[in-house]
């Protein structure tokens, strides 16, 4: 499956932005989403996670309360919705699918995700 992800930008702290990021393909569906970010000179950082068909979301400690991820499986899309941004988001976000069975003491485990997009800039300024 091919990953494109979008929707980053400059938004100011306390602002809000929502990312998307579309597959291709008929298999969309048979994938956990997940949502992972590297900051300039930091690791890559596990963000979010959606199970195949919704039910189950799980969230980065620094992102719980202000992050929410969706899909629309009609649509082979999955969503961030990231709200009351702050300067420390700013980073790549790259959206990877997992053929695997969902293991919420796994999902930040970014080598377990099959396939991944190319990234999306999101800077967020004081």
């Known amino acids: 499956v091919q990953l494109q992800a979008s929707g980053g930008g400059l938004v100011q702290a306390g602002g809000s932005l929502r990312l998307s990021c579309a597959a291709s393909?008929?298999?969309?569906?048979?994938?956990?989403m997940g949502w992972f970010r590297q900051a300039p000179g930091k690791e890559r950082e596990f963000v979010s996670v959606?199970?195949?068909?919704?039910?189950?979301?799980y969230y980065g400690d620094s992102v719980k309360g202000r992050f929410t991820i969706s899909r629309d499986n009609a649509k082979n899309t999955v969503y961030l919705q990231m709200n009351s941004l702050k300067p420390e988001d700013t980073a790549v976000y790259y959206c990877?699918?997992?053929?695997?069975?969902?293991?919420?003491?796994?999902?930040?485990?970014?080598?377990?995700?099959?396939?991944w997009g190319q990234g999306t800039l999101v800077t967020v300024s004081s």
């Open positions: 990877a699918a997992d053929s695997g069975v969902l293991n919420p003491q796994r999902v930040t485990n970014q080598y377990l995700y099959d396939y």
């Open positions: 393909g008929r298999t969309f569906s048979r994938y956990n």
């Open positions: 959606i199970s195949r068909n919704g039910g189950s979301t």
